[in-house]
């Protein structure tokens, strides 16, 4: 079974400075790797993946997220956060069966301060 | 862009009553999925359902829950006999031949009161 750990519920950070989310995944197989954001009152949007090749993957809006497999870490950046990227930020895990459900982490909701 | 699409956007419904979650998913994909996610909560899988039949189901997926495609294009979510705890969002996915990516639609908000 696989399972996911957002340990931040919370993470606050003044506009324009950097921000890492941090996400930590266990799995007996291997697997991909997805960021969701969700703004207030909306659905989930796929922000970035990573499915295979290199380790360092950019998504949209500014951000990148590192695949360690050695931490089984994915960790979320951005190097400079605006007040639109105020949302709740889900790290998810999928088998590599193309059909498998996908398997949320708590999530963890960027504050952004003035 | 191709997108699913959900309706309504929000229940509001007595306990005990039958409520119908209603998708329609990307038109070429093969296998839907609902998903819920409580207020303040993680977002957690409920069914995926592929050929017509469930594929998999979790523990939350319960008798009450049902899961049809009656038309060919919609997907359908049935809760038969509604609950306080069932208040939550229901998300639907699909995902298509030769992708990765499950496309999620926006979501039902359902209050049951």
């Known amino acids: 079974a696989q399972s996911v750990t957002q340990l931040d519920s919370q993470v606050p950070v003044f506009e324009e400075a950097p921000v890492e989310l941090r996400c930590n995944y266990s799995?007996?197989?291997?697997?991909?790797l997805f960021w969701y954001v969700q703004y207030p009152n909306q659905g989930l949007q796929l922000l970035l993946k990573y499915l295979s090749g290199s380790t360092l993957v950019k998504g949209i809006n500014g951000f990148e997220a590192e695949f360690n497999k050695s931490q089984t870490s994915f960790h979320l950046r951005k190097p400079s956060v605006h007040i639109s990227d105020t949302a709740e930020y889900f790290c998810?895990?999928?088998?590599?069966?193309?059909?498998?459900?996908?398997?949320f982490g708590k999530g963890t909701r960027l504050h952004i301060l003035p | 862009e191709p997108e699913v699409t959900q309706t309504p956007s929000h229940q509001v419904t007595q306990m005990g009553q039958e409520v119908i979650l209603r998708c329609v998913p990307i038109?070429?994909?093969?296998?839907f999925y609902w998903y819920r996610q409580i207020l303040g909560q993680k977002v957690e899988f409920l069914v995926s359902f592929y050929n017509n039949e469930i594929s998999e189901k979790s523990e939350i997926f319960d008798d009450q829950f049902s899961v049809e495609r009656p038309d060919g294009s919609n997907f359908t979510l049935k809760i038969r006999s509604t609950k306080l705890e069932d208040s939550a969002m229901y998300f639907c996915?699909?995902?298509?031949?030769?992708?990765?990516?499950?496309?999620f639609g926006p979501g039902t908000r359902l209050t049951v009161t």
């Open positions: 799995s007996s197989v291997s697997v991909y």
């Open positions: 996915a699909s995902i298509g031949g030769g992708s990765y990516e499950q496309y």
């Open positions: 038109s070429n994909h093969l296998y």
């Open positions: 998810a895990v999928r088998t590599m069966n193309r059909d498998d459900k996908i398997i």
